[in-house]
Nanobody, 122 residues
Framework: QVQLVESGGGLVQAGGSLRLSCAVS????????MGWFRQAPGKEREFVAF????????FYADSVKGRFTISRDIAKNTVYLQMNALKPEDTAVYSC???????????????WGQGTQVTVSS
């Protein structure tokens, strides 16, 4: 059973930055893709970005492209989400997930963390 634990959320002013971390209990070849998703109150879960453990291929949602950067540290089994130029509309619970396919659809991810709250004040 793969376990994912997020950290790094908090309250920040608009224009500020935060870095989220997702510690993974183990990496497997069958779960090569790590994704970040977010969900704001009353809204559906939204894709943010994904990265592959092997090769480090990345893909971003248009809403965060140029502001957010996803990265991974293989030695630490950790995935990061650097968030810059934050906007109030970025406020949400951010969750990381592990899956087998490069996808922006939550249904393609098998394991999920508990999430961390990010609040951006105007």
């Amino acid at each position: 059973q793969v376990q994912l634990v997020e950290s790094g959320g908090g309250l920040v002013q608009a224009g500020g930055s935060l870095r989220l971390s997702c510690a993974v209990s183990e990496r497997t070849f069958s779960r090569n893709v790590m994704g970040w998703f977010r969900q704001a109150p009353g809204k559906e879960r939204e894709f943010v970005a994904f990265i592959t453990w092997s090769g480090g291929s990345t893909f971003y949602a248009d809403s965060v492209k140029g502001r957010f950067t996803i990265s991974r540290d293989i030695a630490k089994n950790t995935v990061y989400l650097q968030m810059n130029a934050l906007k109030p509309e970025d406020t949400a619970v951010y969750s990381c997930a592990a899956g087998s396919y490069r996808s922006s659809h939550p249904s393609q991810y098998t394991y999920w963390g508990q999430g961390t709250q990010v609040t951006v004040s105007s």
